[in-house]
């Protein structure tokens, strides 16, 4: 689904993109700006435990999109947890539903009842042009996509995902939630030979919503404007009290701005790799940013944000889709 380009004449030729994710205020954030975004043609939407359970998911996913009237966007619902273990949920920084706040409209339409690896499958085998896959989550779906469909790899342009640190973590010091959560699928994708963007903590703590930011989202008058204040203003409590920020850090839309205006972010190549096993450390990416290691690169890594054409982005196309 693409919206009109108020940016002036010519056409925009979007990209065609699936959206992994486990909404999640930020997550939820990222929806709307792949929705309203001209240079992105959001093909599916699909979901994973992780923010919360991938019922909550699911059914928060779905309110989004019926919040903005995107009732044209497959979902599905997919990964219950882990390929290995015990599933972690952040429902201590999401809340219960993991999208706590403000009221949301129930679900306008149901998920795809084939689930999401069939719905990643269908969205980019059927494309006209690879695909991009943005992970916003727990990576579960797209390793167990790769694994099931080993085909598909040639239908996917890259794979950009929100996880990890170049530096300290948030879920254990050293890891980041989703990297945390299912370290054997990251493995499995960093080892895919797709191109890879990382999208990292060292890089989104770069995208505060600062008091400012959720003015200007208030001074909107609209009711997607109000709500992502909301939005804003209960993931903004948690960080407060978990990690003693002033504004919380809006990780997802990083993905999807990558995608938008590439000019926002820097980039570095580097090896990257998932630690599977320490005791303290399971989780950890490891990011070789001066060749330590004699790997290759396999990942381009996400390293400065322009915050303020980041945010100008985000409310554009929060005005967008008004409401």
Known sequence: MTAPDAAGPGSVIPVPVVLDCDPGHDDAVAILLAVASPAVDLRAVTTTFGNCSVEDATRNALRVLTLVGAHDVPVGAGAAGPLRGEAA??????????????????????????????????????ADRPVTVVATGPITNVATLLTEHPGIAGSIAEVVFMGGSTERGNHTPTAEFNTFADPEALD????????????????????????????????????????????MGFFGSSYRALWEFEAPPVHDPCTIAALVRPGLLT?????VAVE?????????????????????PNARVAMTLDAEGFWDLVLDAVDRLGG
Do not use: I, K
């Open 276 to 296: 599977l096993e320490g005791r303290w450390t399971r989780g950890t990416t490891v990011v070789d940013l001066h060749h330590r290691y004699p790997d290759p």
């Open 89 to 126: 949920l952040g429902n201590y920084v999401h809340g219960v539903s993991g999208l706590d706040g403000p009221a949301m409209p129930e679900p306008a339409f149901a998920a795809r009842p084939e689930g999401a690896v069939a719905v990643l499958a269908e969205a980019v085998s059927s």
């Open 267 to 271: 980039w570095r190549e580097a090896f």
């Open 188 to 231: 499995v994708v960093l080892r895919s030979g797709l191109p890879v963007r990382m999208v990292g903590l060292n890089l989104t703590h770069q995208a505060l919503a600062t008091p400012d930011v959720v003015a200007r989202m208030l001074a909107l008058d609209t009711a997607v404007g109000r709500t992502c204040a909301e939005w």
